[in-house]
């Protein structure tokens, strides 16, 4: 029999848990020659891969063709001697890409791409938050204050150049413009918004963008846009992306947004610029450890939004993934190209 092992069991957090229809599905489309099992041991995740690897997983993957994970450990993969496809329910791809990973010709999709749609939506609130002062407004609730004068004041965020308490007309640069970067500037445009975005491979010009360039155009992306929304994937070479030189050529009054990874980000030269009110603010749902220490600067700041890593969180996720699973399986029993597929060499 051929072998279909899944291991996306988290009853701690039972949104990440792979629910019971969906394993079904997911059997419904498996040839009769195929086994599949869901492992039931509890996991711990954060961000890309699982923590602790139990025994009974090593076993358990031994004569396994497929697996299923949130990401995989080396000690898994080395164990699964007959893998030939792995799947991450993770959309990044840097804790699973050991040499040994890179080096195999095991096939290795993410879920990129699933996530999209909540991210955007994410990024679309953080551009809002600032551009309507709803942090100014927040801050005063705190304090039972009614700061009408202060918002409808020249020195307001409802009234600062730019938005001007408005997101129709403002510039929004967006640095990765792969399936949550292009989510988000659809939203952007429908917005009345200008966006512009970099991409590694430039390609055709999506009708909601104004320009779309490659890496070189970055600078003068950072120098003409309100908002600078990170949607780019974690790699050596966005890696460290955002420092004091790129926050100081940003606009006086930009707003950041980082939907990706905390690692694109200096975040002692970002706390600077935030210290300074060189920038306007910035909304951060990744950092670069997780969780946010209690003591780090990023909490105290009043001009920072921080979201604990769930802006891919949505209800609907279960109902993506397992479609994307399902159109896989069936590519992979038909010998056809699979979608997602990582590219180990880039890392994404």
């Known amino acids: ?15 990440w848990s792979m629910p019971s229809w969906s394993f079904e599905r997911i059997r419904e489309v498996l040839d009769p020659e195929w086994e599949i099992e869901s492992i039931r041991i509890a996991l711990e995740a954060s961000g890309d891969g699982v923590r ?91 304090r039972r204050e009614w700061v009408q004068t202060a918002l409808n004041s020249p ?10 308490g408005e997101v129709a007309g403002a510039s929004l640069g967006i640095i990765g413009y792969g399936g949550i970067g292009s989510a988000l500037g659809r939203r952007a445009h429908a917005l009345g918004m200008r966006v512009q975005a970099i991409r590694r491979k430039v390609g055709a010009r999506p009708p909601e963008l104004d320009r779309l360039e490659g890496p070189d155009f970055l600078p003068t992306l950072l120098e003409t846009s309100d908002y600078v929304a990170l949607t780019a994937p974690e790699t050596p070479d966005t890696r460290g992306l ?44 990744v950092f670069e450890k997780e969780p ?8 105290g700041l009043e001009n920072v939004l921080v979201t604990p890593h769930v802006g891919g969180t949505s209800a609907r996720f279960w109902e993506r993934e397992t479609d994307l699973i399902v159109r896989n399986i069936a590519r992979y029993q038909a010998g056809q190209p699979l979608e997602n597929r990582v590219d180990k060499a880039r890392g994404y």
């Open 292 to 299: 946010l220490r209690a003591g780090h600067p990023l909490w």
């Open 155 to 164: 020195r307001s965020p409802l009234h600062a150049l730019p938005p001007a």
């Open 52 to 142: 602790v690897t139990p025994p009974e997983l090593l076993e358990t993957v031994a004569d396994a063709e497929v697996y299923c994970g949130w990401g995989i450990r080396r000690d898994v993969f080395l164990a699964a001697r007959r893998l030939r496809w792995f799947h991450s329910g993770a959309a990044g791809a840097r804790n699973s890409l050991f040499r040994e990973m890179r080096e195999s010709d095991v096939i290795f999709t993410n879920s990129a791409g699933m996530y999209a749609d909540s991210l955007a939506d994410h990024g679309l609130a953080g551009i809002l938050y600032f551009a309507r002062g709803l942090d100014v407004a927040v801050r005063a609730q705190r």
């Open 242 to 285: 955002l420092g004091t030189a790129e926050f100081a050529r940003m606009r006086p009054g930009a707003v950041l947004i980082n939907l990706s990874r905390g690692t694109l980000v200096d975040e002692p030269a970002l706390v600077r610029a935030l210290e300074a009110r060189r920038l306007r603010g910035a909304m951060l749902d």
């Open 1 to 15: 029999m051929r072998r279909f092992v899944i291991w996306m069991f988290a009853p701690e957090t039972p949104h």
